[in-house]
């Protein structure tokens, strides 16, 4: 069976670009989140949506924005870019939005802003 | 707010040694517990996970007990492998149902490295 899988593997922009990110969640799953990496540290978390709606956002500004589709993947939006927002960007999955599920990861989009 | 502290690394071993990487939350509810494993390059894959109080979570050798009282979910393993070396983060999923969602709240991550 696929996993999460993220497109692109990576990325590199400069300051003031924007930048769209991609996810599939695994077959049948139907939440989706998106969680900043920065090197050296633990992922943070940006967005939970389920069913389509937008169930949690972490402490990010409105630059970052997100959507969720009909079948389930998700896109991630991040407008204006500073350089400080270059990190792993990585998408998970999980059957419904209940906290006894387990997330399951994808490989990450490496974004790199110069 | 919710967090999760672990234990500062780099932890270097020698292989068949016995592994403990400390891990103290904070939360409201009664949240769900889990190890991740990150290896190079990589994105994070479950290692175990225990949802309440006095769960041992188990994997591969690697097994943590959820101690409500202490408010710890200590990761142990009696006899690492080379193949151990990875980043392992703990990581929390809030247990309230207020708004739905399950996002997790991360430690800053241990690394561990196991040496022939």
């Known amino acids: 069976d696929a996993g999460v899988t993220q497109s692109p593997t990576h990325l590199i922009k400069t300051r003031g670009q924007h930048v769209t990110l991609r996810c599939s969640p695994i077959?049948?799953?139907?939440?989706v989140s998106w969680y900043q990496q920065v090197l050296g540290q633990g992922p943070q978390f940006i967005f939970q949506?389920?069913?389509?709606?937008?169930?949690g956002r972490g402490n990010f500004p409105d630059r970052f924005s997100a959507r969720q589709f009909p079948n389930y993947s998700s896109e991630l939006n991040v407008n204006a870019l500073l350089l400080g927002d270059s990190a792993l960007y990585l998408c998970?999955?999980?059957?419904?939005?209940?906290?006894?599920?387990?997330?399951?990861f994808g490989p990450g989009t490496r974004l790199t802003v110069l | 707010g919710n967090s999760v502290t672990q234990m500062e690394g780099p932890v270097t071993l020698s292989e068949e040694a016995f592994l403990t990487i400390n891990c103290t939350y904070t939360?409201?509810?009664?949240?769900?517990l889990f190890w991740y494993v990150q290896y190079p390059g990589e994105g994070l894959q479950l290692l175990l996970k225990a949802t309440k109080a006095d769960d041992k979570g188990s994997n591969k050798g690697f097994e943590a007990t959820y101690r409500k009282e202490t408010t710890s979910f200590h990761l142990e393993k009696g006899s690492v492998q080379v193949s151990d070396s990875a980043v392992y983060f703990c990581?929390?999923?809030?247990?309230?149902?207020?708004?739905?969602?399950?996002?997790?709240?991360f430690g800053t991550g241990t690394q561990l490295k196991v040496e022939l």
């Open positions: 939360a409201t509810g009664y949240p769900s």
């Open positions: 077959s049948g799953h139907k939440s």
């Open positions: 998970a999955s999980s059957p419904s939005g209940s906290s006894y599920n387990e997330q399951f």
């Open positions: 990581a929390l999923s809030d247990g309230r149902v207020t708004g739905g969602g399950n996002k997790l709240t």
């Open positions: 949506y389920y069913e389509k709606e937008e169930r």
